[in-house]
């Protein structure tokens, strides 16, 4: 398929029925869509299948992590530099930065998360846990 074909068969999509939708997505994922999926997601989602098939989809890695989220299992995850991670504890809500070295919190730099978490809670916590990085296994 040529760009020229995916740009094509993206446009078509704009004016289709839901019904007709509903039709190319059974025959793209081998099931009907679920009756409460609006026609301008499966659009979404049906133009996402089409350019996939003409400049190549997700990499193997990240089929893996989705898969892995799909099975139950927490997909591997982590707080890179420059994210911020908030969570609300007895009424009270936290914000921590994620610096190349550390964690910054209320202006202070802590080696671990698991440092923050322990000073907010007054125990031992796992900073990823408390901060929603890390499921309970």
């Known amino acids: 398929m ?3 074909d995916a740009e094509r068969e993206v446009a078509i999509l704009c004016g289709l029925s839901r019904a007709v939708l509903a039709q190319r997505w059974a025959a793209s994922y ?9 026609a301008p997601l499966m659009r979404k989602a049906l ?22 989220a799909a099975g139950g299992k927490a997909a591997p995850r982590g707080a ?29 730099t802590w080696p671990s998360l698991s440092a923050v978490a322990r000073e907010i809670t007054g125990t031992k916590w796992s900073g990823p846990r408390f901060f929603g990085l890390a499921s309970r296994s």
Do not use: C, H, M
Request: aromatic share 10%; glycine share 12%; hydrophobic share 35%.
């Open 2 to 4: 040529t760009p020229e």
């Open 30 to 38: 081998g099931a009907p869509p679920a009756p409460d999926i609006s």
């Open 80 to 108: 890179s530099a420059g994210s911020r991670l908030v969570r609300e504890w007895n009424g009270a809500t936290y914000e921590v930065e994620a610096l190349e070295t550390g964690f910054r919190w209320r202006g202070e």
């Open 47 to 68: 133009a996402w299948e089409i350019q996939a098939r003409a400049f190549g989809g997700l990499s193997a890695k990240t089929r893996r992590t989705l898969k892995a």
